[in-house]
């Protein structure tokens, strides 16, 4: 499994810096998939707006990063930038989004999650592949 982030940057001069993070490799002792469905519908874009500051007119909210260290949370939330894609070329297919960190706590941030499905593995290990015999 194998998901990248590049996260491009604007120094003084207006040149770009591009980074990329990388789920897979050797940083990691797993790795791994999660699921996650809010209790109320259309939550996504409610917490977008209150919790993480971020405008629904201008960005669709795309995805949400939990990050934990040191037991502190540290929730990054995804938009597509609406007005900077429809100014890219029609072969460009990537997606510029914007983040935004919300500021709650973990446990304010538990509270709107209906359930929460996470797995991690070994990196290597196909978890599609798995015969589960003590059913």
């Known amino acids: 499994m194998k998901t990248v982030t590049k996260n491009v940057r604007r120094n003084g001069t207006g040149e770009e810096k591009i980074s990329e993070t990388s789920f897979a490799g050797t940083k ?26 971020c405008n629904t007119t201008r960005f669709k909210p795309l995805a949400i ?25 029609i072969n460009d297919d990537t997606i510029p989004v914007r983040k935004f960190k919300a500021i709650l706590s973990f446990d304010d941030f538990l509270k709107q999650i209906k359930q929460f499905d996470f797995t991690v593995m070994l990196n290597g290990v196909d978890v599609e592949k798995f015969l589960v015999m003590n059913k």
């Open 28 to 53: 990691h002792d797993l790795y791994g998939y999660a699921a996650l469905d809010f209790i109320n519908p259309g939550t996504l874009d409610e917490f977008a707006q209150s919790f993480a500051g």
């Open 65 to 89: 990063r939990l990050f934990v260290k040191s037991g502190k949370p540290v929730i990054t939330l995804y938009a597509l930038d609406k007005a900077k894609k429809e100014q890219q070329p």
